[in-house]
């Protein structure tokens, strides 16, 4: 039992990877704040763009991305005056300014820290033909278009953790 | 906890991290940077002197901070104090662990 406890007292998340599947703000956040949060920790950290999670890493799409007012209990607002136009717009401007009070960085900024700091961005090849998109639509910072296999390869070491967001 | 370097006795918590940074020198510094195999060059000084700045001037650090300060980039500030540079670096500059999640 000693010994047991020993050897949990040593282990330790070594890798962290994310699988992004959603472009709403709060999504995107989570994702980023897990992911840095992981790299000052000492821990590796990589995320996987797929599906609506490729907008945020898309040029012409990633600081337009919005909060969901829709089917969002956490709104606290009737579903049906979340639908009406510019809610989405106002919900996400105000949430934007929380995040700037907090001095969270914005999208595009966000990146280049997580890449500045060896966090892996992987865009899901799959995703991205079926969106119909190429290498030049995708931010710089990106590391390469890859498979999901190519991605579970990634998880090549103990310790390592797998987040569906 | 107290914890002695170079015969002076040091008030730390539990995760090291110095209580009173009256009590921080340069020595103690170079010392606590040795636990984290690293040799402070020119650069990591001034990265330090910027923390200790900061802190006494009551500003938050962040990851963000570190790359408007002009002083190093996020590249080599994670090649300079590996396993968890703002961790490590206020540790070795003895102010407290900051507590922001960016």
Known sequence: MYLNLEIMSKTKVKKMLFILSKATIENVYAAFIMANGAR???????????????????KKKLEHLRVATVGNPAMHIPTMLGGLPGMEALATKMMKKEMEKLDMPPVGEFLEILS???????????AVEMFHLERKDLIDEVDDIITVGDFYSRADQENTHLLFI | MIKTIKNIELNVNDEGYLQDFSQWTKEIGIELAKEHDIELTDKHWEVIN???????????LSIRGIKKSGVIDIKQFYALFPGGPLKVSTKIAGVPKPKSCI
């Open chain 1, 40 to 58: 000052m920790e000492g821990i590796e950290s990589e995320i996987f763009f797929t599906f609506f999670g490729l907008e945020a890493i898309q």
């Open chain 1, 116 to 126: 500045d700091s060896g966090c892996k961005l992987w865009a899901c090849k799959l």
């Open chain 2, 50 to 60: 910027y923390i200790q700045e900061q802190v006494a001037a009551n500003k938050p």
